[in-house]
């Protein structure tokens, strides 16, 4: 009987940064020192090194292609070839993850210190940007993750939500310990529809119906 799992052993010391699946026989992992992209053609998965230098994020893209950030900036490989996406707004800038909104062809970019900015799919112009000064809780941003027309955004002060339009982007709120969170330091989510799953130094929390207004009661407390 074959096993229902396959165990990947070539990482050697690289620490993985970002893991993605492109379909159940291709993905992709941004490592410490590189992004290698695995593929399964028969019972032995093969190997392509596409970068071999500090990586932080991949994510494909709903036409197959590889985006993925580096040290050196944001790139595309579309099976073939690599190629860098020029944007000068992002110089120097480490970028964290990325999401792709395909309605209105837009890659959402969160980077380490300095908000979230969303580029042309097409042109990589820079569309609009998203930092404290706008309503997000904090301009260092972590994951980030598309859910209908919701831009989720984690952060270490609370997860940001954001309204996705048309003319650009409304803030919406931020779901903090005041609100229920455990903690306001965000490591990692997934919003599926209305439960949120997130991980901190608290540990990991599985909250139903989270979007739903928290009424907290008031503390009992004596005058005297």
Not at 93 to 110: C, G, M, N, T
Request: aromatic residues 12%.
């Amino acid at each position: 009987m074959q096993d229902p799992y396959t165990i990947i052993q070539d990482f050697e010391s690289r620490r993985i940064k970002s893991l993605l699946v492109k379909n159940d026989r291709v993905f992709a992992a941004a490592l410490s020192y590189g992004v290698i992209e695995y593929a399964q053609a028969t019972k032995e998965w093969s190997k392509t090194i596409i970068y071999d230098q500090r990586a932080y994020c991949v994510q494909y893209d709903t036409h197959g292609i590889l985006w993925f950030s580096t040290s050196s900036g944001l790139f595309q490989y579309d099976g073939n070839k690599k190629r860098q996406i020029q944007v000068p707004e992002l110089m120097d800038k480490r970028i964290v993850d990325l999401a792709f909104y395909p309605a209105y062809q837009l890659l959402i970019i969160s980077t380490d210190g300095y908000g979230i900015y969303a580029l042309n799919v097409d042109t990589h112009q820079l569309v609009w940007t998203l930092r404290v000064i706008d309503g997000l809780s904090s301009d260092i941003c972590r994951k980030v993750q598309v859910q209908g027309d919701t831009l989720w955004v984690s952060s270490p002060m609370g997860l940001n939500c954001i309204r996705i339009l048309p003319e650009g982007r409304q803030y919406i709120r931020t779901v903090q310990e005041s609100d229920g969170l455990p903690g306001n330091d965000i490591k990692d989510f997934i919003v599926r529809n209305n439960t949120l799953f997130v991980a901190g130094s608290f540990g990991v929390m599985r909250w139903e119906n989270f979007m739903e207004p928290q009424h907290a009661l008031a503390p009992k407390f004596v005058l005297h």
